[in-house]
């Protein structure tokens, strides 16, 4: 089975973005010259660890990311 493309999927950070406003979190958007990924390609998982400190949530989706290989 191949992989959906990035841009035809679900940002899986939106509902933080409803619970966490009051940090600055911002919707999720991809502008025109910006490049689609995947939530969990390895810059992504990379960053994740950096976040939980802020949001504990993020804990929850970096280790749903790991186990999705």
């Given at each position: 089975?191949?992989?959906p493309n990035a841009e035809d999927l679900t940002c899986i950070f939106q509902d933080l973005v409803k619970d966490h406003k009051n940090i600055g979190l911002s919707a999720c958007r991809t502008k025109t010259k910006q490049t689609w990924r995947h939530a969990d390609s390895p810059a992504a998982k990379k960053r994740l660890p950096l976040y939980h400190p802020y949001i504990p949530e993020l804990v929850d989706l970096h280790s749903s990311l790991t186990a999705i290989k």
């Open positions: 089975m191949s992989r």
